[in-house]
């Protein structure tokens, strides 16, 4: 089992920044890949960003060069730094753990992108 506790969301104008975290508990050290999911109203839930236990990561096109995604092992945290928000980014974003071919999901944190 892992758990996951996610912060960091919140209101921003379009164009500002939010950085989201997610700290892990629990069996971290079998998580093979860590990674952000948004769902926004009304649409299914997409990948956002994942990163490896080795440190690769991967990005939804939507997202690229605006988002970072980054990890600190000696605290069990994943970050997401998003800049450049714009009002489609509104969502839901959820922090998923892989220990294959579990995933276990955060409870979610609010974005909301607006003037």
Do not use: H
């Not at 994943?78 to 959820?94: H, I, R």
């Amino acid at each position: 089992q892992v758990q996951l506790v996610e912060s960091g969301g919140g209101l921003v104008q379009p164009g500002g920044s939010l950085r989201l975290s997610c700290a892990a508990s629990g069996r971290i050290f079998d998580i093979n890949t860590m990674g952000w999911y948004r769902q926004a109203p009304g649409k299914q839930r997409e990948l956002v960003a994942t990163i490896t236990s080795g440190g690769s990561t991967n990005y939804a096109d939507s997202v690229k060069g605006r988002f970072t995604i980054s990890r600190d092992d000696a605290k069990n945290t994943v970050y997401l730094q998003m800049n450049s928000l714009k009002s489609e980014d509104t969502a839901v974003y959820y922090c998923i753990a892989r220990i294959y071919p579990l995933g276990y999901w955060g409870q979610g944190t609010q974005v909301t992108v607006s003037s």
